[in-house]
T-cell receptor, first 112, second 111 residues
Framework: GENVEQHPSTLSVQEGDSAVIKCTYS??????FPWYKQELGKRPQLIID?????GEKKDQRIAVTLNKTAKHFSLHITETQPEDSAVYFC???????????FGTGTRLKVLA | KAGVTQTPRYLIKTRGQQVTLSCSPI?????VSWYQQTPGQGLQFLFE???????NKGNFPGRFSGRQFSNSRSEMNVSTLELGDSALYLC??????????FGPGTRLTVT
């Protein structure tokens, strides 16, 4: 069935370093890949997304890359700051089925 | 615009009871999706509604059901509650089904 694998489950980086979170999806029909940030006790918030007709998208310190052939997509955060500490979820879905499968999350800790 | 709202925010029920959760989407959004979030399983898709029609559903038993009203507000119902149903239930709204914005969730505890 449909599945999204996310790695690593936890990630600690020093402030100012970069962080990379990777996801792999199984459904070749997936064409929309959002990333969410969830701080403790708060709702998931959409931080960036990418569609299958684009290989890379950037928004300030955050970028997402997509390799459709390998069914991989990744989140890159540069110049990390303590406020980047949160759980990050990737998801994959199809705009035709309106069903999104989420990864199991990555707990990012940015050490000051 | 006001964000997605969910009521109630917290709920305690006993096994065997049933519960109804409510979600009001962002004004103008016609798609509402529901997710169950647990520490072990992450975010799991329950179902999605658009213009009062269920367009897709996840792999949950028939005890989980939902509906959407003409004003796009949505409810989900869980009957015959089990201990394993304890979770944070999140709804998310979107204009047509892609960019989703989540509500604060309803924390359900089943005892």
């Amino acid at each position: 069935g449909e599945n999204v694998e996310q790695h690593p489950s936890t990630l600690s980086v020093q402030e100012g370093d970069s962080a990379v979170i990777k996801c792999t999806y199984s459904d070749s029909a997936s064409n929309y890949f959002p990333w969410y940030k969830q701080e403790l006790g708060k709702r998931p918030q959409l931080i960036i997304d990418i569609r299958s007709n684009v290989g890379e998208k950037k928004d300030q310190r955050i970028a997402v890359t997509l390799n459709k052939t390998a069914k991989h997509f990744s989140l890159h955060i540069t110049e990390t700051q303590p406020e980047d500490s949160a759980v990050y979820f990737c998801a994959a879905g199809s705009s035709g089925t309106y069903k999104y499968i989420f990864g199991t999350g990555t707990r990012l800790k940015v050490l000051a | 615009k006001a964000g997605v709202t969910q009521t109630p925010r917290y709920l305690i029920k006993t096994r065997g009871q049933q519960v109804t959760l409510s979600c009001s989407p962002i004004s103008g959004h016609r798609s509402v999706s529901w997710y169950q979030q647990t520490p072990g399983q992450g975010l799991q898709f329950l179902f999605e509604y658009f213009s009062e029609t269920q367009r897709n559903k996840g792999n949950f038993p028939g005890r989980f059901s939902g509906r959407q009203f003409s004003n796009s507000r949505s409810e989900m119902n869980v009957s015959t509650l089990e201990l394993g149903d304890s979770a944070l239930y999140l709804c998310a709204s979107s204009f047509q089904g892609s960019e989703q914005y989540f509500g604060p969730g309803t924390r359900l505890t089943v005892t």
